[in-house]
């Protein structure tokens, strides 16, 4: 090792991780990657290419520990031991996010919340490269940041920034910062403690200064209430569907109303290319961010409607003999899967299941005693959702795959009917990611 470079060692060597790797190399730092599990062939293939170090099936403890600075993934829990025994010893620990941030000046837009983030920064990359900015897309969504800060040269930057991502932040900023929502989700990783977790979301407000934005909703209750605690420098931009506001973005009768920087022009709440007032809010947010950057009114209608939605989010797929089937793996937490069984219109089948993150079901009892005439579960472990939802329901079936879950499901379901795949859960126990589970779901349904 040469000790005149600096030593940065990387945990995990996902998109994240080989990302930082290529950025650190360019950096002129010794860089050593290691994984506690299998690393993919194309990310092995590219470490090479950049003689680039690394290790997979453990972690080498003296080639972590001594480094300058440990850039660790997200799914890398603060508890792992390595981590510990690394902090102990005072290496810095930072996200992606924030060692690459370190290495470009870009104007930052950051989003992130319990829900609707993928969908809103999606939305906002659309309107910015309508609009003609040069802009990268990254955070959990696209490339990783750092992989384009090694080699592109965006001037704008649309990220989606999760608790975890943002819990190993320390200098980066946001020029305008999205907080959409905060419910519980992810409490396994914050002690079982929601202020802990609210704190977290809240650190996309650090670094802010009075030339800076910070957009929100206004009908969030968590939110307003820390605000009264911790209201922050930024300037404020605020967005609703329940109530009309002075300034910002609200929803009056069957028109959205914008009126926040540069801009002050409705449109007709029907005219927008999703459906639901959550999304709805999550356009609001989106057009604010927009009207920010002085992007036209006229863009921003064209933008709001022309949007595309995002795959695995309440995603309708296809129908087979009657029975409509929605992809909305993405939902990994209950308020997700609130939204999901609030906008369907039919008689559902709902499959669920996955690793439960300290779930309250009993935010769901209502939609379900209305809208839902079976249950089918999904996971390593039903027994939560199987005592929570037993007699609530005509039909629970317990499955542990892909394929039994739609098949029980598609046999539960009449003509007319919908089976909805919204788990509430995340993916870890039978899937890759969210992705795959979606992925899945879909070729099961071809099958049928």
């Not at 998109?15 to 190399?25: F, P, R």
Request: proline residues 2%; aromatic residues 10%.
């Amino acid at each position: 090792m040469d000790k005149k470079k600096p030593y940065i060692a990387i945990l995990g060597a996902g998109e994240s991780g080989v990302g930082t790797a290529i950025l650190a190399k360019k950096q002129g730092f010794e860089v050593w990657v290691s994984d506690f599990g299998t690393i993919k062939q194309i990310y092995k293939q590219e470490l090479a290419l950049h003689h680039i170090s690394f290790e997979e099936g453990g972690h080498t403890e003296s080639k972590i520990v001594c480094a300058d600075t440990i850039v660790k993934s997200p799914g890398i829990s603060d508890g792992a031991p390595i981590v510990l025994k690394a902090s102990a010893q005072g290496v810095e620990i930072i996200s992606e996010i924030e060692f690459a941030g370190r290495y470009t000046n870009a104007f930052i837009i950051g989003i992130t919340g319990s829900n609707g983030k993928t969908t809103t920064t999606l939305w906002i990359y659309h309107m910015l490269q309508l609009a003609g900015f040069n802009v990268g897309l990254a955070g959990n969504v696209g490339k990783s940041f750092a992989r384009q800060v090694a080699n592109q040269n965006f001037d704008y930057y649309v990220i989606e920034l999760s608790s975890f991502q943002l819990d190993g932040m320390t200098s980066f900023k946001c020029n305008i910062a999205l907080l959409l929502n905060i419910t519980p989700d992810h409490l396994d990783r914050y002690n079982n403690n929601f202020e802990e977790y609210i704190a977290s979301k809240f650190r996309i407000t650090q670094n802010q200064t009075v030339d800076d934005y910070f957009v929100f909703s206004a009908d969030d209750e968590t939110i307003s209430h820390h605000l009264q605690k911790n209201a922050g420098c930024a300037k404020q931009l605020q967005f609703s569907t329940q109530k009309q506001l002075s300034v910002g973005a609200w929803l009056h009768d069957d028109r959205i109303i914008f009126k926040a920087v540069n801009s002050n022009f409705d449109m007709i709440y029907t005219k927008l290319a999703l459906d639901g007032k959550h999304n709805a809010a999550n356009g609001m947010a989106a057009g604010i961010a927009a009207d920010v950057l002085s992007i036209s009114n006229d863009k921003i209608r064209e933008s709001l409607a022309s949007f595309s939605g995002v795959e695995h989010r309440l995603e309708p797929f296809i129908s087979v003999r009657g029975v409509e089937f929605i992809n909305d793996s993405k939902a990994t937490n209950v308020n997700s899967t609130w939204y999901a069984l609030e906008s369907t219109r039919k008689p559902t089948v709902w499959i669920v299941g996955g690793i439960d993150k300290g779930n309250d079901y009993g935010e769901l009892d209502a939609l379900v005693s209305r809208k839902v005439k079976a249950i089918v579960c999904m996971g390593v472990n039903n027994q939560p959702i199987v005592d929570h939802f037993y007699g609530k329901v005509p039909q629970i079936v317990e499955t542990s795959n892909m394929q039994d879950a739609v098949s029980h499901a598609f046999q539960l379901a009449r003509k007319g009917d919908c089976v909805l795949l919204s788990p509430a859960c995340a993916s870890f126990d039978l899937f890759d990611n969210y992705e795959d589970r979606g992925n899945q779901f879909k070729l099961s349904v071809r099958d049928l």
